[in-house]
RNA sequence: GCCCGGGUGGCGGAAUGGCAGACGCGGAGGACUCAAAAUCCUUUGCUCGAGAGGGCGUGCGGGUUCGAGUCCCGCCCCGGGCACCA
């Protein structure tokens, strides 16, 4: 496609510019009003993937327009660049990891500046550089000594296919491995953790505030997942002074329950297993504990198998409601690590129970009176108690409170707020990653690394091998160390922290990467945080969000960010996905469109412009056959405006005339438009104001009676402003040739709308007969619902289809429309 | 199963309860050209009609309203998240 201007060469001339000049570089004390506009940290896989693309386009639009409006903008750039994918590259290629992402590092860098997107390139951050690695295991030691980092023994998900351990969140539903694919076991391993179920309130209660996508506040929610309920005792009915405890959402169904079920793992099963019933309990719990998550939790279809997935232990414990001796069975369908272990069972209202009592002939008591119609299994919802004793009659939520308060009375009862969020699980027996700066001595136990002794680094000499062990784990010069106590020889901890947590703090670190002594200044960061504006992918959504609120939260308690706001994301933006025949694209899926061929041919311009025009920005996006049109047309759009703007086949003439006043007005009405969309992340109506615009001024200007010379070019000027964050390199340039030795087109302020102009003149008022469309009127604008019923009912359309008749009825709704009801 | 989104021309999409389809892509026709590309102009929801003009149209069925893509009720379909958390 042959372009009016060299797009390579325009493109690079500004690059070059605003990197040498540093003209997005941003002092802390900038007087101007602060603005934090931030990407998500981006992993090093490569030159940039569209999504990399259309996250920094967003991304720059907001700098560059948050600039022009006066803002002093913080926008920094870093790398992500701890991470498996880096690990098993370098093992594939016997290489080092690090030479493999600081190539990557390298790619994304080049892409993130063809693309033309602009950063204070002095406050970069990547992971692994040990300036940071320094910090990121100070704030680790910091957590320790406050009692937030702790070690445990712990069942894991261990991933065969990774050889680690994965958090929670790394494990699929259907148990798999999140990057593996690998189905997850189960190991007992002694593990560090970070406590971030201290803060599960906290983290829950504050989302409300958060100007983020409901949906992605519906997922920190769900995930926290808060539940409130009664804790109580079961007495053992062979020994009443010992007892089951378990944990309910529904005490008032407590008339209901026929049975107790432990979990496998539950401290109790041991007593609780009569002689006559062990050797089948240990065949469950055996099963229960060695098989993967994924066993335990597939049948929940229609409860098959359940009749295989729990046993009797023997054992009965005292109903408190009704006195009665009910059985306690063990089952794999309750949880060790959630409440007590163990739950009292009401087969008629819970659906779980219910599956597994009939599956074991358990007698099934309705306690709540189902709704006409309702036939068969467990009923959940509202009703009237029945066969329940003193709760008879109630509605759910007063039987809740009265047998809450007799269970306090009868059976050391509390009410209880349980989380389904667990303690952060931070180690990963990989070696790319940031060390946990631990040591571990034989007669000290753990002791932490001093900090001025930090970073712990770890070696170069390494063997990448295949055997999927991190090489720290066998790496004697690295494991083999001194007590920093007693200096005795020690174990230096091999595990490295889940790169999670490298995310977790970057942006404070950004607000003062320059402090040599601290983390962050908190003086400093408080100067740009929270982040005004946060963008990135919805696959965010939970981990890294929550985890980087959990940080700032603790960093504050721990005393080193006096100051700041306990939430860092002030406002969120999640874009859609890129997708291409029909699945998300990724590097691991092979189906990237590098836009380096679109930076060669289109230019970058074009490539943001179709970001910001494909669709809404929220929305994901289909990379199809028709896409590369659709980037020419955006190519075609900016080629239309540089001929403009170069008078091509334009025609003048000397006095401004009314229809020069009325263009004029389109342009300032086109600065609302333009103005509102940016604010309201509609970008894709913006740019197609924009084209309106520029349609409207070139056919305006290419009338032979020609267009008023002084009018154009104001109406030019203020369409390169409006375009100047969309399209920077093709609006510098021109701005640049129009206003040779002034400050360019980004140095300018964001154009205001003359309320004034925006007004038209006349309008076309629409005149209905029973919501039918009959006539169009041009009327002034502030006419008044009389007279617009005058002149509708006058309009000599109405007149012949009324045909003389008095109508009904008439609604006026001045200036738009009249709605004649005959 | 539960919780969010979303169903609008051939396609991406637009529309504070007020002219459905802005803007763009694609298509058709034309101008320029020896020719092509590029550019420019016209046209383009479906349908009946030679035409003027009419009818039908925002997943389906109801409702509210002078007026519904938009609000309410009940469905269907697609996408995403969560899913033994007691």
Redesign the pocket.
Known sequence: ??R?FDVTAVEKKWQARWFDEGTYEVDNDDAREHFYALCMYPYPSGSAHQGHIRNYTFGDLVVRYQTMRGKAVLSPFGFDSFGLPAENAAIKAGSHPRVFTEARMAELKSSVLRLGAVFDWRREVYSHDPKYMKWAQAIFLAFFEAGLAYRAEAPVNWCPGCATVLA??QV???GTCERSGDLVQRRNLEQWFFKITDYAEELLHDVDALEW???VK??QR??I?R?E?VEFDLPLEVDRGRALR?????PDTGFGVTYA?V?PEHPMLDVLVTDDERAAVTRLVERATQTSELE??????A?SG?EK?GAFTGSFVVNPFTQESVPVYVA???????????????PAE????F?FAKAHGLKIVRTIEPPEGFTEGAYSGEGAHINSGFLNGLDVASAKAAATTFLEEHANGVTKV???L?DWLVSRQRFWGCPIPIVYCDVHGIVPVPVEQLPVVAPDDVVMDKSGQSPLATHEGFRNTTCPVCGEPARRETDTMDTFTDSSWYFLRYADPFSEDKAFDPVQAAKWMPVDQYIGG??H??LHLLYARFYVKALIDIGWAPGLEREPFRRLFTQGMIRLD???MSKSKGNLVAPEGYFDTVGADALRLFHL????P?????W?N?TD??I??????L??VY?LSHY??CFFHDQKNAEDDEVLREVHRTILKVTEGLERW?Y??A??????L??TL??WA?RPEGAHRATLDDSLDLLLRLLAPMAPHLTAEMWEERHPGERGVHASAWPEADPAMVTRAS??M?V?I?????A?LDVPPEISEADATRVALAAPEIVATLGGATPQ?V?A?PP??V?I?P
């Open positions: 496609m042959p009016p929670n969140e699929l539903a259907d996508p409901e949906r519906t997922m769900n995930w997942g539940s309920g378990v944990f309910t959402t529904r079920v979990a335990r939790t597939a049948s929940s279809d409860g359940l997935r794999d369908y309750v949880l060790g690590n959630y409440g007590t272990g163990a739950i009292m069972a009401v819970d659906e779980r129970d599956a349980n989380y389904r667990r919805i696959e959504a939970i029909g699945s998300k025009f494909v669709g809404p929220a929305d994901d996006v289909d199809t028709q049109e659709v020419d047309g955006c190519a075609r759009f080629d239309r001929r091509d086949e509609s894709n109506t740019v197609a104001a924009l084209m309106e520029l349609n070139s056919k290419r309008v076309v629409v209905q029973d919501a039918k469309v009959r169009r009825r609604v709704r738009r429309l709605n009801i």
